[in-house]
């Protein structure tokens, strides 16, 4: 007899100009989970919006799985007991990955300046990479970023064009900190946007105990503004006493 719970069925858009991302992630998930996928392509704008009618639905995929309709790639996931990421929560995610890629980077461009990722250059690499690539993250849409660093930048506040300027300052100090040039522009330009920040966090955070999001990875970031918007500001500003002394 066949086993009608392990089969499901997926309508999809499989057009000329788009196929839906969506309906190839539902019969992937569905084959991973082991059922047989009757794989049903809706090749035309017509075909798909009299799917939707026929069925009351708003939008595909759609899967049936004994009959019963499951619903879209989302709903597929609830019902297959996965997890469904929740686009207003907030995650550490971007940072984390910032921050480990930087650290490879550094470790990859110490052993090929002198033959090993241990070196103290590697360290300042590291803090000077995750500063151009935040600030490339920033610098994706200015506009964006400016709006939500302005809820808590102590100096942007009095001057709103300072948080236009901040993603160019932490970009010209981190790729100036990559070359190991000109420290008298970057160790001041550094130093002053990380104190800034760091005691602009601190005193959103842990004084007016706010809960806002951070602009450290861009406007359209979820990472809860708190230690990691600190550390970056406080990695800034030991960066560039640092270098003050070290390169002196």
């Known amino acids: 007899m066949l086993d009608t719970t392990r089969r499901a069925t997926v309508y999809r858009m499989v057009m000329e100009k788009h196929v839906c991302p969506y309906g190839l992630k539902t019969k992937d998930l569905l084959e991973r989970e082991g059922f047989q996928v009757d794989d049903h392509w809706l090749t035309t704008r017509e075909e798909t919006d009299a799917f939707k009618a026929e069925h009351g639905v708003k939008t595909t995929p759609q899967t049936f799985i004994g009959g019963q309709r499951i619903g879209g790639y989302d709903d597929l996931r609830r019902h297959l007991g996965k997890a469904v990421k929740d686009p207003k929560a907030t995650s550490y995610t971007p940072v984390v990955a910032v921050f480990a890629m930087t650290a490879l980077m550094a470790l990859a461009a110490s052993y090929a300046a002198y033959g090993t990722p241990l070196t103290t250059r590697a360290g300042e690499w590291f803090i000077a990479f995750s500063m151009c690539v935040l600030a490339i993250l920033k610098l994706q849409d200015v506009e964006t970023f400016s709006s939500m660093f302005l809820g808590y930048d102590l100096l942007a506040r ?91």
């Open 158 to 248: 009095r001057c709103v064009r300072y948080a236009y300027a901040y993603p160019f300052c932490e970009a010209l100090a981190g790729v100036l900190m990559v070359a190991g040039a000109l420290n008298w522009l970057s160790i001041p330009v550094a130093l002053v946007i990380g104190t800034v920040g760091a005691v602009s966090v601190f005193k959103a955070v842990y004084v007016d105990k706010r809960e806002i999001k951070c602009a450290c990875v861009g406007g359209s970031g979820s990472v809860p503004l708190g230690f990691v918007s600190l550390t970056e500001n406080l990695m800034m500003v030991g960066m560039a006493i640092w270098m003050l002394f070290a390169h002196h």
